[in-house]
């Protein structure tokens, strides 16, 4: 389908897609600059864009008044390993509803997706309970399995997406081969479904790292992630906007980094399955 | 050794049985065919040998093993699929050594396998290139060698032709019958294309709706199919089947004459009709012949090149000894 576009339009296009990107991308901007503002100026009337003294002692202060590492790490422990169990438990999962589908497969996929549909507040004060009998609550092993259990029934509809696309006699195949099940879904169906797989722990490992909710509620000071550090900063005392955003900033990079370097990966596989 | 007995197998998916109760023996070396139109349960019949699908009732044994609940892995067998289903992310050389690493093969013993694999198959350039980088026959050979380099005691082809061209699929044809020349394994071969069963076959089982219609050698069922079914399915171009009185003549519901067993004249012969399409190729021609009052059309196959073209009336004499008779039933009168 060839259309002509003519220069113009091609501008108009460009200038309009940095327009809409820029929009969507402004409040982070806006975080990372009041991040180098001093706390008046933060507040000015009218807002400073760029015309500010940069300064690092926000992030100074930040650092200096609770622990940043030790949050990051609670982070990377509860989203990597929340992400790591999903996929483990997925894996079989997706592979028995993709291709040894029951009379009931469909049904169970829209059941999990439900699970989605409901207010997450909803189930706060079982699993409050449940935590609390368990003694779970302010444990990062508590955070991980609640954060698996959260974000499953993506994981699980990712890769069933994924694994539909492998035709079942490469999988035939290997049984033929002499491969009994685990080396059928290591060597054979893992491997091929890589690409679904990458973008499915990058997906999860996003949700996970920027979930509060539960990491709100079920942490104190222990297990901790970095949800829970830029939420300290918003007290009732009083709103400290530059070390909030120092703090924000902080907590976001990481995962924008890893979204900045895995975008293709990411693109690739949220539009996975539209065009065949 | 692969002698493979089914005994009274069943198949339903659901409520539909798309196998009725079935006996079947293939003798260990023989290369059988299943042939059969399209939906005749003959690739269903051959999942059940691999283990692919479970039987609903009955036994398979695998010399004399009963294999019934045996999972594919471990009975022994090796497929080659009709998608070829190389695994896209391995090299040539680990598609093929695949089923031995399976096996736990140390890697000298692999090596060596592999190696001699890609030699019979002419595959030695090939064995660091990805299945993706190769054509569709040279993807049918890496197939083969998968399967052969495990030693199976049967080999299960199920269409593994039918996604080639026209010319390959003679080549590769030939390949498939030396290969079982040599290695003299028993091999069961799924197709619907009868010039494959007829030229491929130690013994053709011959499916329709999972019932076997006959089992025999290809000349057997060539001269003597048991039924209509048989008869028209077997032969290229099909057996004409003539009712009516000059059936009733010969005491039968419906009499089959081949194409080869007609000879044609401009003056003289029983029957008579006018040619509509004449295929002329050289070696021999195809005459199709309207107008006979016997059937709608007669195909006739005549040695060589004979000159008649479409208008043309021509006289027509078949070949009493070999005209087949049917009952009412369509079943084949001795």
């Known amino acids: 389908m060839a259309r002509a576009v003519t220069p113009q339009r091609k501008v108009i296009n460009t200038a309009l897609a940095w327009g809409v990107g820029l929009l969507i991308f402004f409040p982070i901007l806006w975080t990372i600059l009041t991040s180098f ?197 918003s007290s009732p005392e009083g709103l400290f906007y530059a070390k909030l955003s120092a703090a924000s900033t902080m907590a976001i990079a990481p995962i924008l980094i890893l979204g900045w370097f895995s975008q293709k990966q990411l693109v690739r596989g949220l539009t996975f399955g539209a065009v065949k | 050794m692969g002698r493979i007995v089914l005994d009274k197998v069943t198949k339903s998916f659901g409520d539909v049985q798309v196998i009725p109760p079935l006996d079947l023996t293939i003798e260990d070396g023989e290369f059988t065919v299943f042939v059969g139109p399209s939906g005749c349960g003959k690739s269903t019949l051959l999942r059940l040998i691999a283990g692919l699908e479970d039987v609903s009732t009955g036994q398979i044994r695998i010399d004399r093993q009963d294999a019934t609940m045996v999972p594919p892995a471990k009975r022994g067998l090796a497929m080659v699929f009709q998608s070829y289903a190389l695994y896209p992310h391995m090299s040539v050389r680990k598609n093929i050594a695949f089923p031995l690493r399976m096996a736990k093969l140390d890697q000298a013993e692999i090596d060596r396998r592999v190696t001699g694999a890609a030699e019979v198959l002419n595959l030695t350039d090939y064995l660091d290139r990805r299945p993706g980088q190769l054509s569709g026959g040279q993807r049918q050979r890496v197939a083969i060698g998968r399967a052969i380099v495990r030693e199976p005691a049967a080999f299960l082809f199920d269409e593994p032709l039918s ?138 196959r005549a040695d060589g090149e004979v000159g008649f073209r479409h208008g043309d009336r021509i006289h027509l004499t078949p070949r009493m000894d070999v005209m087949q008779r049917f009952d009412a039933e369509g079943l084949r009168i001795a």
């Open chain 2, 163 to 300: 996604n080639l061209d026209a010319a390959l699929r003679v080549g590769m044809r030939l390949e498939i019958s030396e290969l079982h020349e040599r290695l003299k394994t028993t091999m069961i071969y799924v197709t619907h294309d009868q010039v494959e069963a007829m030229t491929m076959a130690d013994k053709i089982v011959v499916l329709r709706a999972g019932n076997i219609e006959q089992v025999g050698s290809p000349l057997e069922l060539y001269r003597e199919p048991r039924n209509l079914f048989v008869a028209g399915f077997i032969g290229s171009p099909r057996m004409n089947f003539i009712e009516g009185p000059e059936a009733a003549k010969l005491g039968a519901k419906t009499i089959g004459i081949r194409p080869e067993h007609i000879t044609v004249s401009d003056s003289e012969g029983p029957w008579s009709g006018v040619v509509s399409v004449s295929e002329h190729l050289g070696s021999d021609t195809y005459f199709h012949v309207h107008d006979t009052g016997l059937a709608e059309t007669i195909t006739v």
């Open chain 1, 37 to 233: 503002k001093t706390e008046a100026q933060a507040i000015a009337d009218p807002p400073l864009f760029l015309n500010f003294d940069w300064t690092l002692e926000n992030y100074a202060i930040v650092q200096e008044r609770s622990d940043y590492m030790r949050f990051l790490w609670n982070s990377v422990i509860i989203a990597g390993g929340s992400t790591l169990l999903g996929i483990v438990i997925a894996v079989p999962a997706a592979w028995s509803m993709a291709f040894v589908p029951g009379r009931w497969t469909k049904d169970i996929l829209l059941w999990m997706l439900s699970t989605k549909m409901l207010p997450a507040v909803g189930v706060l004060y079982p699993i409050y309970l449940i935590f609390i009998k368990l003694g779970l609550l302010d444990s990062r092993g508590g955070l991980v399995v609640v954060l698996m259990l959260i974000n499953l029934p993506i994981i699980v509809w990712m890769l069933y997406t994924y694994f539909k696309e492998i035709p079942g006699e490469i999988l035939e195949a290997a049984r033929m081969d002499g491969a009994g099940l685990r080396e059928e879904l290591l060597y054979v169906l893992t491997p091929m479904a890589i690409p679904g797989i990458a973008s499915t722990v990058l997906l999860n490992i996003i949700l996970a790292w920027n979930e509060a909710f539960w990491t709100l509620n079920l942490t104190a000071a222990k297990a901790a992630p970095l949800t829970a550090f830029i939420a300290s900063y």
